[in-house]
């Protein structure tokens, strides 16, 4: 599975919207197996804040673990919240570097 971010908007900030998108995206992700690779875009992503980041991704890593890859990840407001999400929660994403 594919989700484009950028869907959810270019700037991507606060809590309270992290939630929103998840919650508005969880019917479509609930019956994904979690052996199946779910792949994050940021393409098109301008602003990542780890408050959005944390009620998006740390749900949807907690039910695939390595099988979550992150894509497109090479703008600093990207690479700086993945940072703070990993240190903050101590979990490890698979960042697709191509």
């Known amino acids: 599975m594919n ?3 950028n869907k959810f908007g270019t700037t991507l900030i606060s809590r309270q919207l992290g939630k929103e998108s998840f919650a508005a995206f969880s019917p ?3 019956d994904v197996p979690i052996d199946e690779v779910v792949i994050i875009d940021f393409d098109g992503i301008d ?7 944390d ?3 740390t ?3 907690h039910k695939h673990g390595d099988n979550l890859v992150l894509k497109n990840t090479n ?3 990207v690479i700086a919240t993945i940072k703070i999400l990993e240190r903050t929660n101590e979990m ?3 960042v697709d570097l191509e």
């Open 47 to 53: 602003t990542f804040a780890p408050s959005w980041g």
């Open 28 to 30: 479509v992700i609930k």
């Open 55 to 57: 009620e998006f991704l």
């Open 59 to 61: 749900p949807l890593y």
């Open 92 to 94: 490890k994403f698979n």
């Open 75 to 77: 703008n600093q407001s």
């Open 3 to 5: 989700i484009q971010l």
